[in-house]
Nanobody
Framework: QVQLVDSGGGLVQAGGSLRLSCAAS????????MGWYRQAPGKQRTLVAT???????NYADSVKGRFTISRDKSENTMYLQMDSLKPEDTAVYYC?????????WGQGTQVTVSS
């Protein structure tokens, strides 16, 4: 079983920045796809950004140019740098890791952006 621990959320004013972290129990570079999803109150969980084992990235249109997904081999951690935050970015953010035969989630970290 893969364990994912996500952290780094908090309360920030609009225009501010936060960096989320996702630490995994196995090498993140061996995982086919890792990503960040978010779920706002009363809404479905949606994709924020993904990164493949080869380093290809994909972003939701709503965060392009503001958020950056990355990985650090020495820390075995995936990050989501969030800049120019908006109130509509408020949600619980979840780390995700998936292969063909499995799919795991972190416990979630709350991000609140005040106007």
């Amino acid at each position: 079983q893969v364990q994912l621990v996500d952290s780094g959320g908090g309360l920030v004013q609009a225009g501010g920045s936060l960096r989320l972290s996702c630490a995994a129990s196995l090498s993140i570079f061996s995982i086919n796809v890792m990503g960040w999803y978010r779920q706002a109150p009363g809404k479905q969980r949606t994709l924020v950004a993904t990164i493949t084992s080869g380093g290809s990235t994909n972003y939701a249109d709503s965060v392009k140019g503001r958020f950056t997904i990355s990985r650090d081999k020495s820390e075995n951690t995936m990050y989501l740098q969030m800049d120019s935050l908006k109130p509509e970015d408020t949600a619980v953010y979840y780390c995700n890791a998936r292969q063909v035969l499995w799919n795991y989630w972190g416990q979630g970290t709350q991000v609140t952006v005040s106007s």
